[in-house]
């Protein structure tokens, strides 16, 4: 196997002394930090979805995977946002009301900071009123919605909704992402943008910006 089947086996298995040892030796043999999350730390989150789909793993066992997974991001992530890019802008992100998921926008706002954005993580569950705070405190440029359940897309959209209502939308780019969360709803919601993963988020930003 090769050390990203290691490394992906390493999540599955919630084996974060694994994790941190397969991800040391990598980094250590100059592999790029970005393969390293998507060819090996995403793959093994993405299994962990499709079992735990099947009813083959269960929340506990998830948990622990996220937390294996998380394990690497956090050694790989100071490399990613090394460098002396010039800030692109300020974006504001949160996990949408109701919703508890943040590995994939923890994600995004690792490579948003590799792009050169300076971002303001309000963390997961954020009602509508936190991001029309940050957004007006931080003078941010973008604000990203993620949600990871159906029922949560609807907060999304309410998440919209109060940010048109209090006049942010005037002034920032609204973006929107997650697994459920497509193009399609993004435009019958009214968003500025979406993304599908973490790159093309980097990407969409700098769009927005330029
Ligand atoms: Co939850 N969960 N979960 N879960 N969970 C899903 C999402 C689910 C699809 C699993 C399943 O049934 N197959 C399902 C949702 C079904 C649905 O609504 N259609 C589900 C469910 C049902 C639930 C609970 C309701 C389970 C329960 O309690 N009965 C519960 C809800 C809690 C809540 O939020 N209120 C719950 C709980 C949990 C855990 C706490 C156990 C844990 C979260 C840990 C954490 O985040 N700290 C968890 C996990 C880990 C998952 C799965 C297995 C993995 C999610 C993940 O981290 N993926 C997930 C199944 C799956 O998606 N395969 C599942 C890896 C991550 C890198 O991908 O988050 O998609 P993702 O992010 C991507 C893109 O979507 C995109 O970029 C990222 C990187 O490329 N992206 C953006 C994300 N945000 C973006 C924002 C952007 C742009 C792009 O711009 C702003």
Redesign the pocket.
């Known amino acids: 196997m090769s050390d990203f089947q290691n490394l992906a086996q390493a999540v599955i298995g919630a084996n974060q002394q694994g994790v941190k040892e397969i991800t040391r030796s990598m980094i250590d043999g100059g592999v790029d930090p970005v393969r390293i999350i998507n060819e090996g730390l995403?793959p093994g989150?993405?299994v962990?979805?499709?079992r735990?789909?099947a009813g083959d793993m269960f929340?506990p066992e998830?948990?622990m995977s996220?937390k294996a997974m998380s394990v690497g991001i956090e050694m790989v992530k100071p490399l990613i946002a090394e460098g002396d890019m010039p800030s692109q802008g300020t974006v504001v992100?949160g996990t949408v009301k109701?919703?508890?998921?943040?590995?994939?926008?923890n994600?995004?706002i690792m490579m948003l900071e590799s792009a050169g954005f300076k971002v303001i993580d309000l963390g997961v569950d954020v009602p509508a009123d936190t991001f029309v705070k940050a957004v007006k405190e931080h003078r941010a440029q973008i604000v990203?919605?993620?949600a990871?359940?159906?029922?949560t897309m609807l907060a999304m959209k309410a998440t919209l909704e109060t940010l048109r209502q209090e006049g942010v939308t005037d002034r920032v780019k609204v973006?929107?992402?997650?697994?459920?969360v497509s193009q399609e709803f993004a435009d019958q919601i009214g968003a500025d943008g979406y993304?599908?993963?973490?790159a093309a988020?980097a990407e969409l930003c700098r769009a927005l910006v330029s």
């Open positions: 995403i989150m993405n962990v979805g499709v735990f789909k929340v998830v948990m996220a992100m109701g919703d508890l998921h943040d590995i994939g926008k994600l995004v990203g919605l993620s990871l359940l159906t029922t973006i929107v992402g997650g697994a459920p993304a599908p993963d973490a988020a």
